[in-house]
């Protein structure tokens, strides 16, 4: 069974910094590759961040310089590091895991709530 549990989210002043924590289990994580969507209230969905299995990342453009991805395949975790947040930046965010068979599972999202 697949499970990816984000942990992290929570309340912050304008140009604070919060790091979320995505544990994964049930896959073989080191090939996965990692993301992290992100979706504020009446918007689609977005990715904002990538990580591959080599370890090659991408990011949204308006997290670019902020936002920094990360993974630990010894402890089957990713992460997302959020600096310099902006009210902007408000939004459930998931982490995600897709396979070499282009399977996605999907985390149950945490809330990152940015206050100006």
């Known amino acids: 069974q697949v499970q990816l549990v984000e942990s992290g989210g929570g309340l912050v002043q304008a140009g604070g910094s919060l790091g979320l924590s995505c544990a994964a289990s049930?896959?073989?994580?080191?090939?996965?590759?990692m993301g992290w969507y992100r979706q504020a209230p009446g918007k689609q969905r977005e990715l904002v961040a990538s990580?591959?299995?080599?370890?090659?990342?991408n990011y949204e453009d308006s997290v670019k310089g902020r936002f920094t991805i990360a993974r630990d395949n010894a402890k089957n975790t990713a992460y997302l590091q959020m600096n310099s947040l902006k009210p902007e930046d408000t939004a459930v965010y998931y982490c995600?895991?897709?396979?070499?068979?282009?399977?996605?599972?999907w985390g149950q999202g945490t809330q990152v709530t940015v206050s100006s």
């Open positions: 995600t895991a897709t396979n070499r068979r282009a399977q996605t599972y």
């Open positions: 049930g896959i073989i994580f080191s090939s996965n590759f």
């Open positions: 990580i591959d299995s080599g370890g090659r990342t």
